[in-house]
């Protein structure tokens, strides 16, 4: 056997080799994917839409088989056990979804209510007094932001007002005691919302309700940016307004006289004689005085 044909003797059981590799390579990976989509655990999961605040019980609830390799954590495999005392939903559970621990009143808190649980660590919840115009006229929900404005009296000067921006992108955790976006959308009037806010600004709120009166501003649900802002007096609200009602006068004619320049009078002419004596030459330049005319 020449060389040549040794070389593609070998190129062809490598190719033959490689298909085969391949082959049985696909083969494994699929009988385990096969194997892994046959384990399953059967999990509890929501057989309606269950809302905030509900006490679990078991018609809300039924037993699905999930994948092994996806439970999530804090599952339960029993629905006895989500149906105890307590056992209450602090958070809107789509019909489908498992119903985890994190979802649920712990059991060790049960009976201390639905909102301690919905505060994130580190805040606090404040409620503030509204109206239907503070409110916005009703079309506050919970996981809204909003600003708060401040309207008071100037320390510096009691007779006059100002209106200022004092807290930005504040999360709504209720609006009276409902803790959930309402499903139809319709504004709903309600006497207090309750707002998310840090240790710190939650003193800055509670004081500024005492010196003031507290409006609320419905921010869009991606603007987040947090705005530079000097507050507003009734002086630079009719500065503002003035300077657009009122225009500027016009400006009296003005009366350009025309007022004769004297002119300097033109410089003489001058006369040229040449003088010659001898073999000399000179020329003399006389003015029509010196030639006496």
Do not use: C
């Amino acid at each position: 056997m020449t060389r040549q044909k040794t070389v593609i003797v070998v190129t062809i059981l490598a190719i033959v080799f490689a298909v085969v590799a391949a082959g049985l390579v696909y083969k494994y990976l699929r009988q385990q994917a096969e194997t892994r989509a046959g384990q399953t655990q059967t999990i509890v999961v929501a057989a309606m839409e269950i809302p905030i605040g509900t006490k679990l019980t078991d018609p809300m609830l039924k037993t699905v088989p999930w994948p092994k390799e996806s439970v999530p954590q804090g599952s339960a495999g029993d629905i006895k056990a989500l149906t105890g005392p307590g056992r209450v939903a602090i958070k809107a559970i789509p019909a489908g979804e498992p119903v985890t621990e994190d979802k649920l009143v712990p059991v060790t808190g049960a009976g201390a209510g639905v909102m301690t649980y919905i505060v994130p660590p580190g805040h606090r919840a404040v409620t503030v007094a509204v109206n239907e115009v503070a409110g916005v006229a009703g079309f506050l929900s919970p996981n809204n932001r909003v600003d708060v404005v401040l309207t008071t009296p100037i320390p510096s000067s009691p007779n006059e007002t100002i209106s200022k921006i004092v807290l930005q992108n504040v999360p709504v955790l209720a609006t009276g005691q409902i803790a959930q976006e309402q499903k139809d959308g319709k504004p709903v009037v309600v006497p207090t919302v309750t707002l998310d806010l840090t240790p710190e600004d939650a003193e800055k709120l509670v004081l500024a309700a005492s010196k003031g009166t507290l409006q609320l501003l419905l921010r869009n649900f991606s603007d987040t940016a947090e705005v530079d802002s000097r507050g507003a007096t009734i002086n630079k609200v009719l500065t503002v307004a003035r300077a657009t009602v009122e225009k500027p006068a016009a400006a009296p004619a003005r009366i350009i006289r025309r007022v004769p320049v004297a002119r300097p009078a033109p410089p003489p002419p001058l006369y040229s004689v040449e003088i010659i004596k001898g073999k000399e030459r000179s020329i003399k330049q006389f003015t029509p005085a010196e030639k006496g005319e």
